[in-house]
């Protein structure tokens, strides 16, 4: 779980910084470079230039439509592919500048630098204030100065005397930093160049697929004057925007439980209480199960992220559930999750929660909120006796009591509690986490109820839900980020972040 932002909070910052400062954009081509400049000079406050020179100001506009949302106007853009003249024409210019001035020597240093940078970064020059704040993107600056110096695809080596790139750099950087303006570069290679000592700042923006999926990561190598809190960040490029997610947030700051109410009814499906969820995963079919899998890394409670909603919903349109915990869950979590989503009198109704740890010595913890009534006690259920079934027939009764298509029950089992309550094995020759997951799938097979399992990725009985189930996610952790994706059915990754107005959360897509 992350929080959504356009950029990361450490590039915001040294944008903030006072001027001059400049920025080094590296990766391999298609990693995102082009769409994160347009979101730097999107959160830039000042003056604002595009020197592009790789696509035309029409073909820019095809690629990243909402630059036509009102930000053009406020937006320069200086297309560079109009004017390819290189260094020699440059050195002409200013032979025929000192053939035309009566006294040569009063040609300043300031006006001969000037006039050899590149024909697109002179006029994005003579359109800055030179008082006020200003960004410039040169996009890419491989592709400009390499054209520019004669280090192009079948260009000859420029005359002596004529500038090298390194040079050029040089010069441009210098007659930057004397303006309060923001530099950005954009190469087009991954591995260090001189300019990385030379600037104040670099960016490295990688793609890769792991799990058949694609994944794009940044990572912010340097950045002077700036407190650099989160070295990586993963970002998609999802409707040509540039969006990177910061780092789960404690478990205290999420909110769950919510749920977003049902559009339309789809008959034989339960809505999941999530848009996201439902946009990209699908409903919830019944008679099928939803297998959630969560490898080692991943937190107890993100999945209940995901299956709270469901649950809310459930509760909400007054069909009933139960619900198997995790260790150490009791009903005043559930409801704390709840409170405020649900009434609590429907709440005390319709969910029941199997016990699945016995009482400590003491007995059971008093409960102050009276929610012991919607425990399905230990001894009830058959205990830890080796012919136990993982639900008598009083929470089937329970479950499937009134329910229909029109309005279905859900059953809610985390592994990790079903292995709890069943600690005592069959004889060691009999299979028994085969026997429990066939009693499961009967449960709910031709009945109007689905059922969600939780489970991790080391768990055997993870393993053997994985044939049944209709929906399969997996849940990983990296970078403290945690990624979603489905192999039934099969999507991209998502990264899961924070609510937005009244969803419950948000599946940000990986592209």
């Known amino acids: 779980m992350g929080t959504k932002l356009r950029i990361p909070d450490e590039l915001q910052r040294f944008l903030d910084l006072p001027g001059p400062q400049s920025l080094l954009i590296r990766g391999p081509p298609g990693t995102g470079k082009s769409t994160l400049s347009l979101a730097l000079l999107e959160a830039f ?31 320069e853009i200086v297309d560079g592919t109009k004017d390819r003249r290189s260094v020699e024409e440059s050195s002409k210019a200013l032979n025929n500048l000192h053939r035309l001035v009566h006294a040569p020597q009063e040609i300043s240093r300031d006006l001969q ?4 940078l590149p024909p697109a970064l002179q006029d994005a020059w ?24 004669g280090l192009g695809p079948g260009a000859s080596p420029p005359p002596a005397g004529m500038p090298t790139r390194a040079d050029i750099e040089r010069l441009l950087l210098r007659r930057m930093s004397s ?10 290679r991954p591995h260090e160049t001189q300019l990385d000592y030379l600037v104040n700042g670099t960016v490295v923006t990688d793609r890769s697929i792991r799990s058949e999926r694609v994944e794009r990561w940044l990572t912010l190598p340097k950045l002077r004057g700036t407190r650099i809190a989160n ?8 409707g040509g925007r540039f969006q990177c997610i910061d780092p789960i947030q404690p478990y205290g700051d999420i909110s769950v439980g919510r749920f977003t109410p049902e559009p339309d009814r789809m008959r034989g499906y339960l809505w999941p209480g999530s ?34 909603p469901m649950i809310a919903h459930t509760l909400h349109q007054g069909s009933r559930v139960v619900l198997v915990p995790e260790l150490g869950g009791s009903p005043k979590d559930v409801w704390t999750e709840m409170r405020g989503a649900l009434d609590r009198n429907r709440f005390l109704e319709n969910l029941r929660i199997v016990e699945v740890e016995t009482p400590g010595p003491y007995g059971a913890t008093p409960d102050p909120e009276d929610l012991s009534k919607i425990l399905l006690p230990l001894e009830a259920t058959g205990g830890s006796r080796p012919d136990a079934q993982p639900f008598d027939t009083s929470a089937l009764r329970f479950l499937l009591e009134g329910a229909t298509v029109d309005r279905p029950a859900l059953l809610v089992v985390h592994l990790g509690g079903l292995e709890a309550r069943f600690s005592s094995r069959p004889s060691a020759h009999e299979p028994w986490q085969e026997r429990y997951v066939a009693l499961l799938r009967r449960i709910t097979l031709d009945r109007p109820v689905h059922m969600v399992v939780i489970g991790s990725s080391n768990s055997p009985l993870t393993r053997f839900v994985q044939d049944a189930c209709r929906i399969h996610l997996h849940l990983e952790t990296r970078q403290g980020r945690v990624f979603a994706h489905a192999s039934t059915p099969w999507t991209p990754s998502f990264v899961l972040t924070e609510p937005s107005e009244n969803r419950p959360y948000d599946l940000l897509r990986v592209v």
Request: no cysteine.
């Open 231 to 238: 070295v990586t960040y993963p970002f998609t490029l999802e």
């Open 45 to 75: 406050s000042g003056q604002r230039t595009l020197v592009t020179n790789r696509v035309g100001r029409v073909d820019l506009l095809r690629s990243f439509p909402w630059l036509g949302e009102g930000g053009t106007a406020s937006i």
């Open 275 to 308: 848009e996201s969820f439902a946009e990209n995963f699908g409903r919830l079919a019944l008679g099928r199960i939803t297998l959630i899998e969560r490898d080692e890394g991943v937190l107890q409670h993100i999945p209940r992220i995901l299956v709270s």
């Open 113 to 116: 630098e000037f006039l050899w």
């Open 126 to 149: 003579s359109r800055l204030d030179g008082t006020e704040r200003s960004l410039v993107v040169v996009d890419s600056w491989d592709a400009l100065v390499e054209e520019y110096v």
């Open 179 to 188: 303006i309060p303006n923001h530099l950005v570069l954009v190469l087009e």
